[in-house]
């Protein structure tokens, strides 16, 4: 990987100060790459018990029986079942719909049923196969068409758990004024998160009767509220604490609720102290995965590339309970359109129940999905025009004026056509898609003559392959005969920071700053170091407004019982929302410390002795802020009008494939994209994570396939469920371009979730820039593209 920072119409007010703009040390950086990070199944508990759990087999039934095989030696087990929930039996999210454990209904396959423990873990293993549920199987569902057909009703009386109308404008009079009408029908399909350490928790009772829950997760305070819902005790009886986490990309949002609970509930039981870890193939198959998609689209457009109208329907599958699916589908709705203006739209978005696992979050939340099918569709626009695709980006794309389909006005930080000139420019654009064009009709004419002469498909000479490749050619042949084609396709997106609409506002996040016993500032905030740096950017801006270093600043245990909540660890709201918050306490310190010293702090010694002294003679200081909306930001919900966002980032990206004609591969040559972020608070972490995100996004568009059999998945391990390795990934190109924010810290907005919202679409552009053909589904499998091959015909 390769990365740049570059700044935009930069307001001279913003200056590189010491720690922000800096990439330091990460603060857990050295533990980990050492062995010291303990993770959950690292933790040793004394008199610990293992639990694990016997789920369905089937995905829709009644539980008729449960039966304990009375041939097993059930001396040393727990079990555990609906029952024995002190509180609700409910796993609580948006809704309280989902069970912790099924007690009549089986909604879908891998539903928990019986929670059993042993001290030793092969016993607990033992016991689950001793369990025997007898159900009577229903027809299930499991399609978004079988569920808009009702095939059986799972939710209300049509199977929508939630269902969402965006317009601007009159869609009619935008399809009047049109030279050209374009449509097209896009699908996506699961996509599992694939964090490198697996979901685990262990819970313990409490002496004064409540609950303590550890383990790796993204958000504490939701585990926390599931709890008390659980298991009917007052916030103040139970406490979650994170334990090092090795990765989440939403799948520790919402599911370490299900999987806390559990541990809870044989710990209540037994009184002993439980952990639940899952194996890989358990993970896959019963936790959440990103919301498969089914996207039709029509286009009014002027022959000179100006759209007139838009006009989308979107339906996710759900999955059988709500969980998160109401949010992720009004992100996704709400970038439906792309980063264009465009004055007459209509956005229709559902999401629907089916009998499979409940889908939740994953990077992005939705706006990969819409995205996906708005920049497919924007190159089939191109396409009937005859038009180059970034020329028809570059007329439509957002500028600060523009609105939004909800009619937020664009005020500030619009790096749309900055992101789109960087990349395009970096990549080389024009002159490779020129270049490559020529190189594959070259080829096929090549072939073609040698076909005539019988001299075998490719006709070119011995070496010309690697002279091809040397000087970036396209379509050359190998020694193997093979037939191949090369490529580039382009993407725009653009993401949200923060939670939609009033969601800021009714989370009314607060984070906290305190002086440790020793002077030092102690960093309180519920937002979870998850891989991607947070922890130390938080140092780096509190670093920043006290004038020390980011190493002299502790950060405190995401604990509930020790910090306040500061919201969730999502929706790329940690370094704007909170950070920003931190920000402020950190200002407030300084300036508390500074009047009681009656002059400026010098730096970090002077920062200790001066708040030594104040510990001694004032007592403990804490400085909390709680999130208050920027006076001009104004949101409906009932209407789903206004701003929906405070800001948006942006993104391009550039990607080259290779395709072989006759086997379906494609192989990614490269990638170069440009960000519009804001600020880099951290340059190399912003570029990490720029990087992994577009890792994860070619992923998405061409290896990642969850297979599914009578309801269950059946490649759920890495042997078969496939994702980019270090050896599959390209050379990644980044550049970070920045326009400050004027309400984020320091002018930073989001990152974490912008890079997955822009490769598929642009791989898919690349490979019809290859081939001539068209695949409106991902992930494009060599088998997906060969099936296209065969109906449209290479060029």
Not at 462 to 491: D, T, W
Not at 664 to 673: D, H, P, S, Y
């Amino acid at each position: 990987m390769t990365a740049r920072v570059a700044s935009a119409r930069r307001p001279r007010t913003i200056r590189r100060p010491a720690s922000v703009g800096v990439s330091v040390p990460k603060i857990e950086g050295r533990d980990k790459v050492t062995g010291r990070a303990l993770y959950v199944d690292d933790l040793a508990v004394p008199g610990v018990l293992h639990g694990r759990t016997v789920r369905s087999i089937v995905p829709r039934g009644r539980i008729r029986r449960i039966v304990l095989d009375p041939g097993f030696d059930w001396s040393g087990v727990v079990v555990a079942d609906h029952r024995d929930i002190p509180g609700k039996n409910a796993c609580a999210h948006i809704e309280e719909d989902q069970p912790l454990l099924a007690a009549d209904e089986i909604r879908h396959a891998d539903e928990p049923i019986v929670l059993v423990a042993h001290q030793d873990p092969e016993r607990a293993e033992a016991a689950v196969r001793a369990v025997h549920v007898e159900v009577e199987p229903l027809e299930p569902v499991l399609t978004i068409e079988d569920a808009l057909a009702k095939k059986a009703l799972l939710y209300g009386d049509d199977n929508v758990f939630k269902e969402i109308r965006i317009a601007r404008g009159e869609l009619a009079a935008g399809f009047a004024a049109a030279d050209v009408v374009v449509e097209g029908t896009y699908r996506c399909g699961h996509q599992e998160q694939l964090y490198i350490e697996n979901n685990g928790m262990i819970a313990e009772r409490t002496a004064d009767g409540g609950l303590l829950v550890r383990g790796s997760l993204q958000c504490p305070y939701y585990v926390h509220h599931a709890l008390m819902v659980a298991f009917g005790l007052p916030a103040d009886k139970v406490r979650v604490v994170q334990t090092v986490t090795g990765g989440g990309f939403g799948g520790k949002e919402d599911y370490p609720s299900m999987i806390g609970g559990h541990a809870a509930l044989l710990a209540w039981k037994s009184g002993r102290p439980v952990k639940i870890v899952y194996d890989r193939l358990e993970d896959i198959a019963a936790t959440t995965k990103r919301h498969p998609a089914l996207m039709r689209v029509r286009a009014g457009v002027k022959r000179d590339g100006t759209l007139t109208a838009w006009d989308m329907d979107i339906v996710m599958d759900g999955g059988a309970y709500v969980t998160l699916s109401p949010v992720v589908l009004s992100r996704g709705a709400l970038h439906a359109g792309g980063p264009y203006r465009c004055p007459n739209v209509a956005i229709h978005a559902r999401v629907v129940a089916t009998n499979t696992p409940p889908n939740g979050a994953f990077r992005g939340f939705g706006a990969p999905q819409t995205q996906f099918a708005a920049e497919c569709h924007m190159d089939r626009i191109a396409g009937a025009l005859g038009m180059d695709p970034l020329a028809l980006r570059r007329r439509n794309a957002y500028r600060i004026g523009d609105v939004t389909p909800t009619g937020h006005v664009l005020r500030e930080s619009v790096g749309a056509h900055e992101a789109l000139e960087r990349t395009a420019k970096r990549a080389d654009f024009a002159a490779k898609r020129r270049r490559f064009a020529r190189a594959n009709a070259a080829a096929a004419e090549a072939e073609r003559a040698g076909r005539r002469a019988g001299a075998g498909v490719s006709g070119l000479a011995p070496g010309a392959r690697a002279r091809g490749a040397s000087s970036g050619g396209a379509g050359r042949g190998s020694s193997g005969g093979r037939r191949l084609r090369r490529g580039i396709g382009l993407a725009l997106g653009w993401h949200g920071a923060g939670f939609t609409g009033s969601g800021e506002v009714r989370l009314a996040s607060t984070a906290a700053l305190d002086l440790t016993a020793d002077g030092r500032p102690r960093v309180l905030s519920a937002n979870t170091e998850i891989g991607q740096g947070a922890l130390t950017v938080f140092a780096q801006m509190v670093a920043e407004r006290l004038g020390v270093p980011p190493a002299f600043v502790e950060i405190n245990a995401s604990d509930t019982g020790q910090v306040p909540n500061s919201g969730p660890t999502v929706a790329s709201r940690t370094t704007m929302v909170v950070g920003g918050l931190l920000e402020q306490c950190a200002s407030g310190m300084r300036e508390r410390l500074e009047l009681f010293a009656e002059r400026p702090l010098a730096d970090a010694a002077d920062f200790r002795r001066v708040a030594r002294r104040f510990l001694r003679e004032r007592g403990p200081l804490r400085i909390e802020r709680r999130y208050q909306k920027p006076p001009e930001i104004s949101w409906d919900d009932a209407a789903y009008r206004g701003d929906a966002y405070g800001v948006y980032s942006y993104a391009a990206i550039a990607v080259e494939v290779e395709v072989d004609l006759d086997t379906g591969e494609v192989t990614v040559l490269g990638a170069t994209t440009a960000q519009e972020i804001g600020r880099a608070i951290h340059p190399v972490l912003c570029a990490g994570q720029i990087e992994g995100g577009t890792l994860q996004g070619l992923g998405y568009a061409l290896l990642e396939e969850v297979r599914w059999k009578d309801g269950r998945i059946w490649n759920h391990q890495l042997t078969n469920y496939i994702i980019p390795t270090s050896m599959d990934a390209p050379p990644i190109h980044v550049e970070i371009v920045e326009i400050p924010y004027s309400h984020g810290p320091f002018g930073a907005k989001g990152v974490g979730e912008l890079p997955m919202d822009v490769p598929a679409p642009a791989v898919v552009a690349a490979i019809a820039h290859a081939t001539g053909v068209r695949v409106d589904e991902i992930p494009v499998t060599p088998e997906r593209l060969l099936a296209a091959l065969a109906r449209g015909g290479a060029r």
